[in-house]
T-cell receptor, first 114, second 110 residues
Framework: GAGVSQSPSNKVTEKGKDVELRCDPI?????LYWYRQSLGQGLEFLIY????????KSGLPSDRFSAERTGGSVSTLTIQRTQQEDSAVYLC????????????FGPGTRLLVL | QQQVKQSPQSLIVQKGGIPIINCAYE??????FPWYQQFPGKGPALLIA?????SEKKEGRFTISFNKSAKQFSLHIMDSQPGDSATYFC?????????FGPGTRLSVLP
């Protein structure tokens, strides 16, 4: 079946602009994660959604970052007033229930802020 | 306490060699330890995982060794192939919390 998809695959924007990144998880997966991967670095946790529960936003680096998940499926990560240090690959992952289940990652969105 | 340390940062081996990647953690609440493999331009994919009630798990050419008392675990790749060239991430988890190591870039020379 279809895996996790993300769009756009690449995004170039100017400093100060807002960007929206989209994630379509695997159908039926209730858990959804967003991570940030800077060049040559590991995965930095951003936010976690589980079903209809309030999201775990503990990893969001600043109030310029927000995310929502509509209808328990598609998720959008929004970065307002982008800064050059926001340049990274943003990865989305989904799993069946979230607790130590295998996470299936999308291909990521490569964001470059000029 | 949430950090997972990983070494080496990069590794080069000849085909057929046995690369070993090591990870260490502090938080004893972690009870699930997966390894992910990432090829350039792709998202990470689960390779193999272990829970602390066993000291070793083998799947094909990939083996995890786990030392609970030392809070360390490692990945061994037997008979490595050029197709194994990728970045490998260890992770530690409890509940829905996942903490990833910084990654090891492995190159297997033909």
């Amino acid at each position: 079946g279809a895996g996790v998809s993300q769009s756009p695959s690449n995004k170039v924007t100017e400093k100060g602009k807002d960007v929206e990144l989209r994630c379509d998880p695997i159908s039926g997966h209730t858990a959804l994660y967003w991570y940030r991967q800077s060049l040559g670095q590991g995965l930095e946790f951003l936010i976690y959604f589980q079903g209809n529960s309030a999201p775990d936003k503990s990893g969001l680096p600043s109030d310029r970052f927000s995310a929502e998940r509509t209808g328990g499926s598609v998720s959008t990560l929004t970065i307002q007033r982008t800064q050059q240090e926001d340049s990274a690959v943003y990865l989305c992952a989904s799993s069946q229930s979230g607790t130590q289940e295998t996470q299936y990652f999308g291909p990521g969105t490569r964001l470059l802020v000029l | 306490q949430q950090q997972v340390k990983q070494s080496p940062q990069s590794l080069i081996v000849q085909k057929g060699g046995i690369p070993i990647i090591n990870c260490a953690y502090e938080n004893t609440a972690f009870d699930y330890f997966p390894w992910y493999q990432q090829f350039p331009g792709k998202g990470p994919a689960l390779l193999i995982a272990i829970r602390p009630d066993v000291s070793e798990k083998k799947e094909g050419r990939f083996t995890i060794s786990f030392n609970k008392s030392a809070k360390q675990f490692s990945l061994h790749i037997m008979d490595s192939q050029p197709g194994d060239s990728a970045t490998y991430f260890c992770a530690a988890s409890y509940g829905q919390n996942f903490v990833f190591g910084p990654g090891t870039r492995l190159s297997v020379l033909p």
